[in-house]
């Protein structure tokens, strides 16, 4: 008799952290001896082709969140809401630059050491 897998059902926090969140997927290269170190550099330059669209999803998140900062203190005159949501598309605006500047990184320096 064979028996059907039974599907994974995944949390919608941790679909969400594992589709917005790129630095699980890097390593430190701060720790560990120096080979190890170079070792964790390399892996990351293999991972910086993914790091662009993870910048397309910020970069949105931070129009997205500018949209309704906007609509909330023009079309609603709400000022709360509307703080609220400039300061979380400032917040998703600063992560998209550092995840630029990672990726402008590990593509202009092959190697660390």
Known sequence: MKREPEPCVEPL????YRYLW??????????GSKLERQQNYRYNRAMRIFLPGFILK???LTAI???FGG????????D???ACCFLTATTAFAVAVVLG???IWLERFPELY
């Open 13 to 16: 926090w941790r679909l969400l």
């Open 22 to 31: 790129p630095f699980q997927y890097l390593r430190d290269v701060n720790c």
């Open 58 to 60: 910020w970069v949105l």
């Open 65 to 67: 969140w500018f949209l």
């Open 71 to 78: 609509l909330f203190d023009r079309g609603l005159e709400l």
């Open 80 to 82: 709360v809401p509307a």
């Open 101 to 103: 500047a990672a990726w």
